[in-house]
C-alpha cells in the first residue's frame, strides 16, 4: 500500500526566514511525487512534480529515493506563502490517483 | 489554463433527499476524473475514479450504491448522494486529468449539508 506522511499538521516561520516542510513516502514502486497548496478560500493547485524538477514560486523540492522524502523547501519565505501544503504520491505512468498525505498547514508572519 | 467547474457550490438537504454534484472540464476533454472527499481540516480522501463511458472504479469502504457516479461525456462527471444522512455532510472535490501532461486539475469543491 502506498502512504504520504506529512509530519508537521502546523508549521510557522518569520517573513523571510527558510521554510521546509517534510514528506515522507512510503512505495513500493517508483512512485511520482507532487506538491499542491491550497490558499485561503481557493482550489487545489499543482505547485510542483519531482519529473519537471521546476522551481515554483521559489519553491524546490527533491526526491530523495534512498530516504523515500520529498520535502519542499524554500530559502526565504513569504507572506503570501502561508496556505495549506498537501504532498501526493502516485504510482506514475497512466495511473493517475493521487495519495494525499494529511497536510501542512504554513504560517509566514511577518 | 486548464479549469474544472462545480455545480453548485454549497447545497442544504434534507435527509433521505438525494443531491446530485456536477463536475466539469471547461477548456480540455478529461476521460479520467477523480471525487475526493475532504472532512473539515483533514486531508482529502480519494471516493472514487470517474472513467467516461465505463463504470467507475471506487475507493475500498465507499458505497457505490450510495454515491452514484456518472462519466456520461468527456467533459462532465456527476455524483449523486443518494439518500443523503448528517453524516454525509462534507466537502465534495472533483479533479480531472488533462492527458497532455497528465496533470490534475482540481474543482473548488462543493460544501453538502444534510440535515
Known amino acids: 500500500a502506498q502512504r504520504v506522511t506529512q509530519p508537521e499538521k502546523l508549521l510557522s516561520v518569520f517573513k523571510g526566514a527558510p521554510v521546509e516542510l517534510k514528506c515522507n513516502y512510503s512505495y513500493s514502486g517508483s512512485p511520482e511525487l507532487f506538491w499542491y497548496v491550497q490558499y485561503s478560500r481557493q482550489r487545489l493547485q499543482l505547485l510542483l512534480r519531482?519529473?519537471s524538477r521546476e522551481s515554483i514560486k521559489g519553491f524546490t523540492a527533491d526526491l530523495n529515493k534512498g530516504e523515500t522524502s520529498f520535502h519542499l523547501k524554500k530559502p526565504f519565505a513569504q507572506e503570501e506563502d502561508s496556505a495549506m501544503y498537501y504532498c501526493a504520491l502516485s504510482s506514475g505512468g497512466s495511473n493517475y490517483k493521487l495519495t494525499f498525505g494529511k497536510g501542512t498547514l504554513l504560517t509566514v508572519n511577518p | 489554463g486548464a479549469v474544472v467547474s462545480q455545480h453548485p457550490s454549497w447545497v442544504i438537504c434534507k435527509s433521505g433527499t438525494s443531491v446530485k454534484i456536477e463536475c466539469r472540464s471547461l477548456d480540455f476533454q478529461a476521460t479520467t476524473m477523480f471525487w475526493y472527499r475532504q472532512f473539515p481540516k483533514q486531508s482529502l480522501m480519494l471516493m472514487a475514479t470517474s472513467n467516461e463511458g465505463s463504470k467507475a472504479t471506487y475507493e475500498q469502504g465507499v458505497e457505490k450504491d450510495k454515491f452514484l457516479i456518472n462519466h456520461a461525456s468527456l467533459t462532465l462527471s456527476t455524483l449523486t448522494v443518494t439518500s443523503a444522512h448528517p453524516e454525509d455532510s462534507s466537502f465534495y472535490i472533483c479533479?480531472?486529468?488533462?492527458?497532455?501532461?497528465?496533470?490534475?486539475?482540481f474543482g473548488p469543491g462543493t460544501r453538502l449539508t444534510v440535515l
Open positions: 519531482h519529473i
Open positions: 479533479s480531472a486529468v488533462r492527458t497532455r501532461n497528465w496533470e490534475q486539475f
